[in-house]
């Protein structure tokens, strides 16, 4: 039984009168003369008998008189239950994400989430779909919707609990932005137009501040799509990690030799004083004496970690390749993996006979143009025209420069090192050097011209889609107008066969042409950048220009030795020309054979050195974690809901809609059924009743008072 007014039943505290009227005991009125009393000495009053209920039936018809009327006024009603047709009812499309991510590595975390999952499932109604997906940097399913529906009623649960049982958290960053558009783009694909019920993201993070959000940025969220979010805590409140900072190109390559680490402590950390030094073998304990380092919570230190004694090169660098950090309860993020800095020598090959020393000539700007910092020492080779070419010199170059003629024997040994994969850039310095261009791009010959602006000229229509232009397509860095071009040489491009304009000058003459030859390049500049022909070696693009076309050309030399995990190492630098890539040794040992044709390796899925065995040189690079995955700090409450995220805000509208409807229907359920009239004529008639008891109780005392005469 319910009631629509339960509040009333406090009425039936009112049966409480009855007793107390039964117990209250009236002194008689009636006086009697006595003489006077002033002999007599006061004595009070001797209780002979404790006051007693009597007449308990008028008290029980009293009392219950009183609850009848509380129960009536409360409106009682008898529910029946509510069947729910199957057939009937609104499925609900339930997508769980699960974070997989190198920051649930922390001690209670991923059990936690497991519980979580749990939770959902035994919730889930017979008619409800869920799908179960992990996410990292990448979102991978373990239960989808057609694998969900194609279970047996009684093992839907037991499928994706056995999944979920059989991963763990990874070492990758969190990308909750890319995971969260594609759970909404799973729901709103498996539902259609026609979905009826619930469609539902089911959260489970730590969503800690490290969580990449940016592609939700002006993501317009489907329709009939909320987010529900499982906050999971750490046990320990707080974290401090270890973060590899890249060493600068302009560093003095003189200096001493260190290697520079960040650690950062989260605003939520109660820990200051930390440790810092490099790692014995086994990655547990220090190598030597450490570095004390203060951190406040919230704030970040860069520390110099000087190399260990003896250490000058790779090859002296093994078994002492990590950074430890101590002082720190959660050791997910306290290890780097250090490649130590090593110098790749490079040269470049410059065909012609300017002096090194004439600041009038092209070959004088050119070696000023590399400078050697700890990464990388670039040397200009000087080749003059009357002596042989040396094709050893030429074969290790990183690229080749030409700028005056030459003897067509060495034109055509040039141009056999460019189709064998060489790039070249040559320079129309004047007109003498058609004829070895002619010879370089295989045409008999070439019609050029020597052209003077009235005033200057200046490069337009630049592809800045070319790798060799890519440097400077950012707004910021696009403007060529500054360099002045007081003369350069006309040719139609026409007559080069597939050559390609990458900038003209304003007067719609090609500036600079890419012609390629066989697995090489030829680009033509047709003027020089001496300060006879333009400003070019003088401004800010020209050293920019010479290291992009450095960093095309030089086979492996510039590949960086640091990435995070789940970076693409690119594998084209170390199959240039004889050589190629084999397998790779992963940090535990295993190896990973390459398929046939595979240009991208991105199996590097676990934090340490990875070595690429090659058929020229083995290559060592390190892999580290994500530098966000450090900040664990919470994420704000609102920073979903800020991005435009459907939070389940509705939950408790449905609540009180559901309450509502419920109060609707009992209403007219006792509305139906009006108990509480019952309840009335029943008090009435039991108050009949007690009202008579009480007059023949009251007849009956005053027949067995005494009489007096």
């Given at each position: 039984m319910s009631f629509l007014a339960p509040l009333f039943l406090f009425g039936t505290l009112a049966v409480g009168l009855p007793f107390l009227f039964h117990l209250i005991r009236r002194t008689t009125r009636e006086r009697t003369s006595f003489s006077s009393l002033m002999f007599l000495q006061p004595s009070p009053p001797r209780l002979t008998r404790r006051s007693r209920l009597e007449h308990l039936l008028l008290l029980a018809l009293r009392c219950l008189v009183l609850c009848l009327l509380a129960l009536g006024f409360a409106r009682p009603?008898?529910?029946?239950?509510?069947?729910?047709?199957?057939s009937t009812a609104s499925t609900r499309r339930i997508v769980v994400l699960v974070d997989t991510s190198a920051s649930m590595r922390r001690a209670n975390l991923w059990s936690d989430a497991r519980d979580k999952v749990q939770s959902v499932l035994r919730q889930a109604m017979p008619?409800?779909?869920?799908?179960?997906?992990?996410?990292d940097?990448?979102?991978?399913?373990?239960?989808?919707f057609d694998q969900w529906n194609a279970a047996p009623l009684g093992e839907r649960a037991a499928l994706a609990a056995g999944r979920l049982s059989g991963i763990s958290p990874g070492?990758?960053?969190?990308?909750?932005?890319?995971?969260?558009?594609?759970?909404?783009?799973?729901?709103?694909?498996?539902?259609?137009?026609?979905?009826?019920?619930?469609?539902?993201?089911?959260?489970?993070?730590?969503?800690?501040?490290?969580?990449?959000?940016d592609q939700l940025q002006g993501y317009e969220w489907p329709k009939g799509i909320e987010l529900m979010v499982e906050t999971l805590k750490p046990k320990h409140a707080g974290n401090a990690g270890l973060q590899l900072v890249t060493e600068s190109e302009d560093a003095d390559p003189k200096a001493a030799a260190s290697i520079r680490v960040r650690v950062s402590n989260s605003s939520d950390s109660k820990r200051e004083?930390?440790?810092?030094?490099?790692?014995?073998?086994?990655?547990?304990?220090?190598?030597?004496?450490?570095?004390?380092?203060?951190?406040?919570s919230g704030q970040s230190r860069i520390v110099a970690v000087p190399l260990p004694e003896g250490v000058k090169d790779q090859r002296a660098f093994a078994g002492s390749e990590r950074i430890i950090l101590q002082g720190d309860e959660e050791a997910f993020d306290n290890t780097v993996f250090v490649i130590p800095p090593a110098t790749s020598r490079l040269s470049v090959v410059y065909l012609g006979n300017d002096s090194g020393q004439d600041p009038h000539q092209p070959l004088y700007f050119l070696e000023r143009a590399f400078q050697e910092t700890r990464r990388q020492a670039v040397e200009v080779?000087?080749?003059?025209?009357?002596?042989?070419i040396s094709e050893a010199a030429v074969q290790a170059a990183a690229f080749l420069v030409a700028t005056d003629s030459m003897p067509e024997e060495r034109a055509r040994v040039l141009r056999a090192q460019v189709a064998a994969g060489q790039t070249l850039l040559f320079a129309l310095k004047n007109d003498a050097t058609t004829a070895s261009l002619a010879s370089l791009v295989g045409v008999d010959r070439l019609k050029v011209e020597e052209t003077q602006p009235k005033n200057y000229a200046m490069l337009t229509d630049i592809d800045f889609l070319n790798p060799f232009f890519a440097p400077f397509a950012d707004p910021r860095f696009s403007d060529f107008t500054r360099i002045h071009f007081w003369k350069y040489r006309r040719l139609d491009p026409a007559a080069i066969p597939n050559s390609r304009v990458l900038a003209k000058f304003d007067g719609e003459a090609p500036a600079i042409l890419e012609v390629p030859i066989g697995k090489g390049r030829l680009i033509v500049f047709t003027s020089g950048w001496q300060p006879e022909d333009s400003q070019l070696a003088l401004s800010t693009k020209f050293v920019p220009l010479l290291y992009a076309l450095l960093e095309g050309s030089a086979p492996g030399g510039l590949l960086p030795i640091q990435y995070a995990v789940g970076d693409v190492l690119p594998l084209a630098p170390f199959a240039a020309g004889t050589q190629s890539v084999?397998?790779?040794?992963?940090?535990?040992?295993?190896?990973?054979?390459?398929?046939?044709?595979?240009?991208?390796?991105?199996?590097?899925?676990?934090?340490?050195?990875?070595?690429?065995?090659?058929?020229?040189?083995?290559?060592?690079?390190?892999?580290?974690?994500?530098?966000?995955?450090?900040?664990?700090?919470?994420l704000p409450s609102d920073e979903l809901e800020r991005l435009g995220a459907p939070m389940a805000r509705q939950t408790p509208m449905v609540a009180r809609e559901a309450d509502r409807k419920a109060l609707?229907?009992?209403?007219?359920?006792?509305?139906?059924?009006?108990?509480?009239?019952?309840?009335?004529?029943?008090?009435?008639?039991?108050?009949?009743?007690?009202?008579?008891?009480?007059?023949?109780?009251?007849?009956?005392?005053?027949?067995?008072?005494?009489?007096?005469?």
């Open positions: 009603l008898i529910k029946k239950p509510v069947r729910n047709d199957p008619g409800d779909q869920i799908a179960l997906y992990t996410f940097r990448e979102v991978t399913p373990l239960v989808t070492w990758a960053a969190t990308h909750l932005g890319n995971a969260l558009i594609s759970a909404a783009e799973t729901l709103a694909d498996a539902g259609g137009k026609s979905a009826a019920g619930m469609r539902q993201i089911v959260l489970i993070s730590d969503l800690q501040e490290g969580s990449r959000l004083q930390f440790q810092v030094g490099w790692a014995q073998p086994n990655g547990n304990s220090f190598a030597g004496k450490p570095l004390d380092v203060y951190v406040p080779v000087l080749s003059p025209a009357e002596k042989p084999l397998s790779i040794a992963a940090p535990d040992g295993s190896k990973l054979n390459l398929a046939g044709g595979e240009t991208n390796f991105s199996r590097t899925m676990t934090p340490g050195i990875y070595t690429m065995d090659s058929t020229t040189r083995p290559v060592r690079f390190a892999v580290n974690l994500d530098p966000s995955e450090s900040r664990t700090a919470p609707l229907r009992n209403s007219e359920l006792e509305n139906r059924q009006k108990l509480w009239r019952w309840l009335i004529i029943a008090a009435f008639s039991v108050l009949i009743i007690e009202t008579w008891l009480a007059g023949k109780t009251a007849r009956g005392l005053v027949n067995k008072a005494p009489q007096t005469a």
